[in-house]
């Protein structure tokens, strides 16, 4: 499994925010949102080829009983599997956070699923071939409800402007089985003005339409910054 990094830091988004834990960010993705905040993971991945116990190895260095498996796109491995087995193995709880275009047998305790709207695609200009397989890969209903009925879930949206809404108004209608209180709807951006700005609509029409509303926490306690 290639993996970019490994670190300890806390949980800034979902139900589980301010939870201290361990991610290990795979490498590799099979979209490529404009506005991704970890290129090294999408874009122009980095990392290394790990097994399964030289991660295991280094997630038990730190005493933490929850262990975040990201990405770029986690799924895309098959050794998620034997690796999310092991996790669960030595106690610790773990979250996957993968797109919801891939499905995988794996364990886990919350799977995190951040469905991706026609509006994250890259520019069909100047990245043409990435334009359409965003479009082509980005919307798999059959993924989402297999993923939706096998795990706990969270499913959290990132919103840019008030074009999204509509667009996440849609998709839970698409999907009746989704309970509204488990969809987080999340303020694009990297700066926190840019998020407390958009913040400012969004929490409303939340509370309008029974979503829950997700802060990047992460941005206003450590900024853009890898390793946390």
Same mark, same amino acid.
């Given at each position: 499994? %290639?993996?970019? #990094? *490994?670190? !300890?830091? &806390?949980?800034? =988004?979902?139900?589980? $925010?301010?939870?201290?834990? +361990? ?62 087995? %092991?996790?669960? #193995? *030595?106690? !610790?709880? &773990?979250?996957? =956070?993968?797109?919801? $275009?891939?499905?995988?047998? +794996? ?122």
């Amino acid at each position: 499994m %290639r993996i970019a #990094e *490994i670190y !300890r830091s &806390v949980q800034g =988004e979902g139900f589980l $925010t301010g939870v201290p834990s +361990v991610f290990v960010r795979a490498s590799g993705c099979n979209l490529r949102c404009w506005f991704c905040d970890t290129p090294y993971a999408s874009w122009e991945p980095e990392g290394r080829d790990m097994s399964t116990d030289e991660i295991v190895s280094q997630v038990e260095e730190w005493d933490s009983e929850h262990v975040v498996v990201t990405g770029g796109e986690p799924m895309l491995f098959a050794e998620l599997i034997p690796l999310c087995g %092991r996790l669960r #193995e *030595i106690g !610790r709880h &773990v979250t996957i =956070e993968t797109a919801g $275009t891939l499905h995988l047998n +794996v364990e886990c305790d919350l799977m995190s699923i951040s469905p991706k709207f026609a509006s994250s695609a890259p520019d069909a200009k100047d990245e043409p071939h990435w334009h359409r397989r965003h479009e082509r890969e980005r919307h798999r209903p059959g993924v989402i409800r297999k993923l939706v009925s096998e795990y706990q879930y969270q499913l959290k949206f990132v919103v840019d402007s008030g074009d999204d809404l509509q667009a996440v108004r849609e998709y839970v209608v698409e999907f009746p089985e989704i309970s509204r209180d488990r969809v987080l709807v999340m303020p694009q951006g990297t700066k926190q003005e840019q998020l407390e700005a958009r913040g400012d609509w969004l929490k409303p029409f939340c509370e309008a339409e029974g979503f829950v509303f997700c802060p990047r926490k992460q941005i206003e306690w450590f900024g853009p910054v890898r390793g946390t």
